[in-house]
């Protein structure tokens, strides 16, 4: 009889290979030693499509797919390359791409609606559960929305009620979803020059939902085939959500929630305890994790927990819902996105929460292995296997739904197991920056503007400002490209704004302290740094926040000095380990709104060579911003750096200024002039 051949082991991901973070190599090991397959031994085995990660492959009607693979030697002279329907590459690839901004856009924009829904049931009391926590930051966007704030009563001008703004907020920003005319009230906050261009291009949007749909349609079989007039409703539907859906979901849980300013917490998987009832919360939208924050901190529920044998319970994060709950409660953070597997396979974890977005479906297979109770709570986000429980949220029962989810993870902790590891790994983390506190610090508490930061950029001690944001992806080393990336980048005294994963990265590594200017920053950030103590990289929230860097970027530009629109300033785009639809809207808004931005990893649209030459170099004649492209991360940093400095010697402030010891009689003719 022939002998039987063995059995091949399956193929594993290298640990050290797969990640750059010590304590993700720790459970990776951990992981395939218990043989329970990740995403990371998943990358190894399950190869991508290179055609359709190139942008050629269309699958838009039922002859399909069409797939144009670009030959290797390029194309000389015309491209005929055709679908059955004859799309070229141009056309197939910017289909393509649309799509991706239509489906990020409405991920952000969903997530922004369904906050405005909560704030209407707030507006109207038909809640206990939520109010408006910060009253000067309603205040603040009321008359961005053509919502008055003071009221004419017998010819004497009065504050207004603050229940009956509200309520005309809630209206206001819950219409612009859908109102049938008008444009979007929001693209006003942007520079003047900038809002003119966007009318001039006819890319203002009319409302958010309607740019979504019109992408779908136009992106339908036999309808438009220019790739010029595709990328400019993606424009329209990208602007409607940095400037509408994001911004107004960052607005609305400012004002519900609570405005963001500096604390401090920790980041890893180290921050969960042996001792303690885990209960980690995981996703983007925050209107339940707030609630499940305080619930959880409540007494009642703290002696719960030691009367199931634990000393408490600990709370982490991962994901946009971890960054939203650590700048507002300094709740630690667990992990990123590729870390949501290992945070179970500690051992550790008696219960993952998650709402939605980013969430992988096989938390569901190994929470099997593992005694872990893995909780949906979004009726837009179920799982199918029988293993997951869905306690779908309602703002009306929010107290009851947050509090059966915290009893049910403490009653679930006497059954885990012995085999309990956690990495001992972890790092302080200083979050919650935003418009507001980066004002107060680098501005002066008593100047009230950003003159100080433009003063410092001007002068040269800030080179300029790098907006590093985004995802994880599995197909690069984790973190190790977002660590990189952001470490060349403050090394040449460029200051980092960080949200979303990368911010988690950040905070993983370390970088996310005022200790770090010393250790890793040029000298003029440093000095920056520690006259105002604050870190280089500024943790400035979720991937919705993004929003707050565009509003940060409007104020640099009404501070004065550094041009009239948002394309002059020496600032720079990245997101270095992208993988989500999500970071092609945000890129596309960062760049329809004329900022120079550089994705690693791989780019979509490599396959249509005319298409993506448009987008790299013909964009920034039409918007002062550009797409461009290097999955090396120390050269992806300089291609910002030389933007940066571009910028500078366009502002005329590219030479080192001499710093002059002034007297009073130099003052005083300084103020006579």
Known sequence: MAEEKKA??????????????????????????LGVETCFDRAVTLKPCNIGATGICCKNCGMGPCRLPLPKGGIEGEDTRKGICGASPNTIAARNFIRMIAGGASAHSDHGRCVAEVFLSAARKETDTYQIKDIQKLLQIAPYLDVAITVEEDGEVKDRDIDEIALEVAEVAINEWGKAEGELKYCKRAPEARYELWKKMGVLPRNIDREVVEIMHRTHIGVDQDYKNLMKQGTRCAIADGWGGSMLATDLQDVLFGTPYPLQSEANLGVMKKDHVNLVIHGHE???????????????????????????????????????ILQR???????????????????????????IQCIMQNLANVAKC?????????PIAKMEQDNVIHIEFDEHHAVEDATKIVKMAIDNFANRGEDVVIPQHKNPVIAGFGVESIEYHLGGSFRGSYYTLNDNIINGRIRGIGAVVGCNNVRTRHNYDHITVVKELIKNDVIVLTTGCNAIACGMEGLLTPETAQVFCGPGL????????????LHVGSCVDNSRILLAAAEVVKAGGLGKDLCDVPAAGSAPEWMSEKAISIG?????????????????????????????????????????????????????????DKKRAALGIDKARERVLMDMADRQKLDVA
Not at 10 to 32: F, G, L
Not at 299 to 318: R, T
Not at 330 to 340: A, H, I, N, R, S
């Open 588 to 644: 596309h808004y960062v760049v329809a709104s004329g900022i120079y931005t550089v994705f690693g990893t791989t780019f979509p649209t490599s396959g249509a060579p005319v298409f993506q030459k448009y987008l790299f170099e013909d964009f920034e004649k039409m918007y002062g911003g550009m797409w461009d492209f290097e999955p090396d991360p120390i050269k992806h940093a300089h291609k910002m750096i030389a933007h940066i």
């Open 8 to 33: 091949k082991a399956p193929k594993v991901a290298d640990p050290v290979a797969a990640s750059y973070d010590v304590a993700t190599q720790e459970m990776i090991k951990r992981a395939q030693d």
């Open 370 to 378: 593992f005694h872990t109770k893995l909780i949906t709570t979004h």
């Open 526 to 537: 440093a000095e920056v740094c520690e006259t105002v103590g604050i870190p280089p990289v």
């Open 329 to 355: 409660h300094g709740v630690p953070l667990c992990g990123t996105f590729l870390q949501q597997e290992l945070a179970i396979i500690t051992g550790a974890c008696d219960a993952m929460v998650v709402d």
């Open 286 to 324: 925050p209107v339940l994790s707030e609630i499940i924050v305080a619930v959880a901190q409540g007494q009642e529920m703290i002696d719960y927990a030691k009367k199931a044998g634990a000393k408490g319970i600990q709370l982490s994060g991962i994901c946009c819902t971890a960054n939203e």
